[in-house]
């Protein structure tokens, strides 16, 4: 059974930074392309950012492109989502979550796509 876990919210200020964290077993992280989602109270759960199982390959939404940097250490199976200049409308539960693509080729911007979720770290900006 694939175990993801994250780590790394809090509350912080408009404005600010915050480091997520994803962590999983060895054997899954060589395996996996991995990505972040966010849903926020009464929406949809939305793609944030995904990083190929090399970590040369990245992909943002829009709405977070050069404020968010996602990044792997496949030796210490860890994914890390980096966060600054936070605004308002970051606030919400953030998910890391993964699929095996050595045997998958899909689209890592949509839900859809994969098949192991971690159970959400809370990022709440306010003043």
């Known amino acids: 059974q694939v175990q993801l876990v994250e780590s790394g919210g809090g509350l912080v200020q408009p404005g600010g930074s915050l480091n997520l964290t994803c962590t999983t077993s060895?054997?899954?992280?060589?395996?996996?392309?991995m990505g972040w989602f966010r849903q926020a109270p009464g929406e949809e759960r939305e793609f944030v950012a995904a990083i190929s199982r090399s970590g040369i390959t990245t992909n943002y939404a829009d709405s977070v492109r050069g404020r968010f940097t996602i990044s792997r250490n496949n030796a210490k199976n860890t994914v890390h989502l980096q966060m600054s200049r936070l605004k308002f409308e970051d606030t919400a539960d953030y998910y890391c979550?993964?699929?095996?693509?050595?045997?998958?080729?899909?689209?890592?911007?949509?839900?859809?796509?994969?098949?192991?979720w971690g159970q959400g770290t809370q990022v709440t900006v306010s003043i």
């Open positions: 979550a993964g699929y095996d693509s050595t045997i998958y080729f899909r689209n890592a911007e949509s839900k859809d796509a994969y098949d192991y």
């Open positions: 060895k054997r899954f992280i060589s395996r996996s392309r």
